[in-house]
């Protein structure tokens, strides 16, 4: 019965009578970045809409991924020096439980503002995430700078550079 399914299944999308299920663009440099609201650790709703208008970093991580958590003090730094030029940090969990993050996020002192991807539409399928940490530098348009993927020094020189090039608009997209 199974296979007899299946053979029908795979015969109406050869057809064309069944939609084929779409596969996740990997979202590049040039292009818009996909819009996406999540939650907070406190539950409330944030959008990368409410960043436009300012460099943003979109930082995908987890508790048990020990680059992304080797990676957090420096965001943290990152975010306070370059905050006032209108630069933002966003790191989104993939952990699937929020209290394990929160409970993390305290004890470690972190100071970026954490969301939540328990059903990982955001980073899997939105932002096709196939490797933590990964990150995203968009720009004050909206447009991806730059893909990131593995672990990153944030306080090299030459990566704050290229931040700080872009708030002053300097720096293009690659």
């Not at 069944?18 to 996909?34: I, R």
């Not at 503002?113 to 933590?132: G, H, I, N, Q």
Request: glycine letters at 6%; aromatic letters at 8%; proline letters at 5%.
């Amino acid at each position: 019965m199974n296979k007899a399914l299946t053979l029908v299944v795979l015969v109406l999308l050869l057809a064309g009578v069944l939609p084929v299920p779409a596969m996740a663009q990997v979202p590049v440099a040039g292009k818009e970045a996909p819009l996406f609201a999540l939650s907070d650790l406190e539950g409330k709703r944030r959008s990368l809409a409410d960043y436009r208008g300012g460099v943003v970093l979109v930082v995908f991580w987890a508790t048990w991924c020990p680059s992304c958590v080797a990676e957090l003090p420096a965001l943290g730094r990152m975010h306070t020096t370059f905050r006032e030029k209108g630069f933002s940090v966003i790191a989104i969990s993939v952990d699937e439980y929020p209290k394990k993050v929160r409970d993390f996020i305290e004890k470690k002192g972190v100071t970026v503002p954490v969301l939540v991807d328990v059903e990982k539409e955001v980073s899997f399928d939105l932002y096709a995430v196939t490797a933590l940490p990964a990150a995203f530098l968009i720009d004050r348009n909206g447009v991806i700078a730059e893909r990131l993927v593995g672990e990153i020094n944030w306080d090299d020189a030459a990566v704050r550079a290229r931040i700080a090039g872009l708030l002053d608009g300097k720096e293009k997209t690659r």
